[in-house]
């Protein structure tokens, strides 16, 4: 792979409720280079991909022996770890910790909890590698991380499913619709949607609005600076309301979790689904070949191709003990011949340019995507602020529930803007 796959801006998750528990790994014996101090290096990590974690330990293993100090990776299940960080990078920080990149790392930058490591990017000469996926971990010019895998969100779909409907991916709004009357016809929900975890009902906030009003736009409404009455954010639920009202998605999806929603995909009970690749986890092995991926339909053809793209990272806490170590470990973490082999069990999109195709077609589908896309944003909950962001999940969540109450959860959002921005 030669392109980098963010040459434009940057922009959740690996997930699967497999892995918790803490893994100490140690072995001593080994020449250990100065910078180590031979000290303990404890890493966070929200690793929920039991392979990827496996390789994690593995890496941090194979580290402990060739620096001859002891390596502690503490693995916590992925939604726990968003509430405990806000505690233990005040007291009791990690050396390393995993964590996004964007609006949610520049939050903790803001407050002095996230270590510049600027020195290990000149060192390495990772801008060299990265490209603009660099300015996914830069604030005022400095690094505070390092950028890990991403994921290219989009319309998922069964390729039997499509191929017994006659259906092909819907290009424009009209094709959805369109498709949507295909799926009902044969007793297929159209959309699996479940918002139980609040976030998927703002990915598709999201893309509607990308798509209706473009990037600019819409990271200024990210950004606070924009109001949640602005007539043109109408258009958004006035089309995702029609929606809703044609029964386009999963009856009670506040009752199911992203997994269970993607169950009914893999079950062929529901037509296509707004996720990331992680929805691959829902799918039994044997039925992994079916999976296929497409953008999002095109709305207004006005507006510029604009899409989703997380950008996940990993980070030195400012008040970590073993700072030189912690830049020890990533200096060898990040190597391609680690990252990859880390990156490739949870289908993530690799931010250097240096790493080898991988053998996940949904990834490479993902990469030469990306190649068209004249710029991302990230997701709703790591484009804006973390409080208002929290206001939008549920707000959205209600929205598709009850969508005669848009009105006053507008406003609910709009006082929230305000009281946050101090406007």
């Given at each position: ?77 992925h939604e726990a770890h968003k509430t405990a960080i806000r505690n233990y990078l005040v007291a009791g920080a990690p050396d390393i910790c995993f964590w996004f990149s964007g609006n949610r ?97 703002a990915g598709w906030f999201d893309q509607m609005n990308l798509r209706i009003n473009g990037l600019d736009k819409h990271m200024a409404l990210m950004n606070g600076e924009m109001s949640y ?39 062929k009970k529901a037509g296509m689904m707004n996720l990331g690749a992680f929805v691959r986890y829902a799918f039994p092995k044997e039925d992994l070949d079916q999976l296929a991926f497409s ?129």
């Amino acid at each position: 792979m030669t392109f980098n796959l963010l040459g434009r801006q940057s922009g959740r998750r690996a997930f699967l409720k497999q892995a918790g528990a803490v893994s100490a790994v140690a072995m001593a014996g080994f020449p250990m280079p100065a910078i180590a101090q031979a000290q303990d290096i404890n890493i966070i990590s929200d690793e929920n991909n039991a392979d990827a974690l496996a390789i994690l330990r593995k890496i941090a293993d194979d580290f402990g022996k060739q620096a001859g100090v002891k390596v502690v990776v503490n693995n916590m299940d992925h939604e726990a770890h968003k509430t405990a960080i806000r505690n233990y990078l005040v007291a009791g920080a990690p050396d390393i910790c995993f964590w996004f990149s964007g609006n949610r790392m520049r939050a903790f930058v803001k407050r002095g909890l996230f270590d510049d490591i600027s020195d290990l990017f000149e060192k390495e000469k990772y801008k060299d590698v990265l490209g603009a996926a660099a300015g996914a971990v830069t604030v005022d010019g400095k690094q505070y991380g390092l950028p890990t895998g991403g994921t290219l969100w989009g319309m998922f779909y069964r390729k039997d499913v499509f191929t017994q409907l006659g259906a092909t991916p819907p290009a424009n709004w009209d094709d959805l619709v369109a498709f949507g009357a295909k799926c009902k016809s044969a007793n297929l929900t159209p959309i699996a949607m479940g918002t139980k975890e609040l976030w998927p009902a703002a990915g598709w906030f999201d893309q509607m609005n990308l798509r209706i009003n473009g990037l600019d736009k819409h990271m200024a409404l990210m950004n606070g600076e924009m109001s949640y009455l602005d007539p043109s954010l109408k258009p958004v639920f006035d089309q995702w309301e029609t929606l809703i009202k044609q029964g386009f998605f999963t009856p009670n999806n506040t009752s199911f979790g992203w997994q269970e929603a993607g169950a009914l995909l893999a079950q062929k009970k529901a037509g296509m689904m707004n996720l990331g690749a992680f929805v691959r986890y829902a799918f039994p092995k044997e039925d992994l070949d079916q999976l296929a991926f497409s953008t999002f339909p095109t709305i207004d053809p006005k507006v510029g191709h604009f899409e989703e793209f997380s950008l996940n990272s990993v980070h030195i806490p400012a008040n970590a003990k073993n700072k030189q170590g912690a830049r020890e470990f990533l200096s060898y973490f990040y190597r391609p011949e680690n990252l990859g082999p880390y990156l490739e069990p949870g289908g993530n999109v690799p931010p250097r340019n240096d790493l080898p195709p991988s053998k996940d077609p949904l990834v490479n589908i993902a990469v030469e995507t990306l190649k068209t896309v004249q710029s991302t944003s990230q997701y709703y909950d790591r484009d804006s602020d973390p409080d208002m962001a929290q206001a939008g999940l549920v707000g959205f969540q209600e929205f598709m529930a009850k969508p005669e109450r848009r009105d006053a959860i507008l406003q609910r959002l709009e006082g929230t803007r305000k009281r946050i921005y101090k406007i």
